[in-house]
């Protein structure tokens, strides 16, 4: 390749999941359990309850990295905002918007418009479901969605993942955050 041939890959919007930001995830998880990592010879520890104690940090963690990379990378539900929606390509946002999955469930009786339409978040959702719900309706990734399930009386729910804006950035990330902003439909 010489000097003067482009690449296809962007300059100035790098992906928002990037080999920095999954060194940071790591790092903020091990400082937030400085226990499960920093072991002293006066501290008497249980080799299996400290076992159990890293592998259950560890997978917490991995699902909070699996669930970045989905919602950054992967195509997911539209999620209608004030002025349009939210792009499900990734790829189309050149923003640097960074995301987070959210769970989506909207309610439809017969063949009238949604009358309930709600976004939250997995521990919203897990606060008013259970971790068993969440895993048959939608998954813990959103591996279900989307997903449509019909009760008795003409109810259809609709269950599936989006992506939504992470509003916990830094300003110059943020700069388009009114244009993402979700609302009602």
Not at 142 to 157: A, D
Request: glycine residues 6%; charged residues 25%.
């Amino acid at each position: 390749m010489n000097g003067n041939e482009k690449t296809n890959a962007p300059a100035t919007n790098p992906a928002t999941l990037t080999s920095s930001r999954l060194h940071d995830l790591v790092l903020d998880h091990m400082l937030e359990n400085p226990t499960l990592f920093l072991i002293n010879e006066t501290t008497k520890v249980n080799t299996l309850d400290h076992f159990r104690g890293v592998l259950d940090s560890l997978v917490k963690m991995a699902h909070q990295i699996a669930t970045e990379s989905l919602v950054n990378r992967q195509h997911l539900s539209p999620l209608p905002t004030f002025d349009g929606s939210i792009d499900t390509d990734p790829d189309a946002d050149d923003s640097g918007q960074r995301y987070e999955l959210r769970y989506r469930l909207v309610e439809q009786i017969g063949d009238a418009e949604p009358h309930s339409d709600n976004v939250m978040t997995a521990e919203e959702a897990q606060e008013l479901y259970g971790d068993s719900f969440i895993d048959t309706y939608w998954g813990k990734l959103g591996e279900h969605c989307p997903r449509r399930v019909t009760t008795p009386g003409n109810r259809t729910l609709w269950f599936s993942v989006v992506r939504y804006p992470v509003l916990d950035q830094p300003d110059h990330a943020n700069k388009n955050r009114s244009a993402v902003t979700p609302g009602p439909r």
